[in-house]
């Protein structure tokens, strides 16, 4: 008589156990009070078996990363550093920070050299498409320094939008920070926008009167850097990296939905 075949997939309590989610018993609570999705569909069975390897899987609406091969980190970029992991011309580059890491990874867009703050680096290709791609419109802000005291107008016109070179662009927000004390002849803005051209900030504050002197990234869509000091690099949290695969998700089940 032949044995009965093994089930097939893993339990569910484990995988989000493996995943870090919890512990396995309180994963356990987390199924059978209805908190889980598998597929999105809501799972409170505990004897569900999962494939890691194929299908997706939330905890109250935040996605959670089943692959342990994926990585994600934020580095925040100090200034004179190339945005790429081997510059042909020799100037200090990512490679600096990403040497240690077991696995190889690569930058989620771009800042300019002589830009700094929040990048993002991960091996998880799919992400990383959907975070630099304007059209799934990931936000990103930054600060500025400009020179000259801006005006509310100026601001005005970068929200309804100004031409460029490659065509029209406004930005999604925007506030004056700071035109007081003995640095009077600068301004502080913060602005927000979309958009993944190339040195686009720049070329905006410039266009509306307002040179850049000089720009950090503190935002990547939900990611913040914090007290991250220039130079440093860390892994992202859970609550952060299921809020980056909760947006990458939704992108892709809109491309599927049309």
Known sequence: MSAEPAAEGVRLQKVLAAAGVASRRASEELIVAGRVRVNGRVVTELGTRIDPEHDLVDVD?????????????MLNKP???????RDEHGRPDLSGFTAELEERVFNVGRLDAETSGLLVLTNDGELAHVLA??????????????RGRMSPQALQS?????????????IDSGRILQQRGADAGHSLVEVTLHSGRNRIVRRMLAAAGYPVVDLVRRSFGPLHLGTLRSGAMRELTKVELGRLLTISRRAGADREGN
Not at 79 to 85: A, D, F, I, L, Q
Not at 158 to 170: F, M, N, S, T
């Open 79 to 85: 200034r004179g550093v190339v945005s790429s992991m």
């Open 133 to 146: 791609h304007p059209s799934f419109g990931v936000e990103k802000t930054y600060i500025a320094k400009v």
């Open 158 to 170: 970068l929200k309804h939008g100004i031409e460029l070179e490659d065509g029209p662009i406004a």
């Open 61 to 73: 609406g935040t996605a959670v990363q089943l692959d342990a091969g994926k990585r994600y980190y």
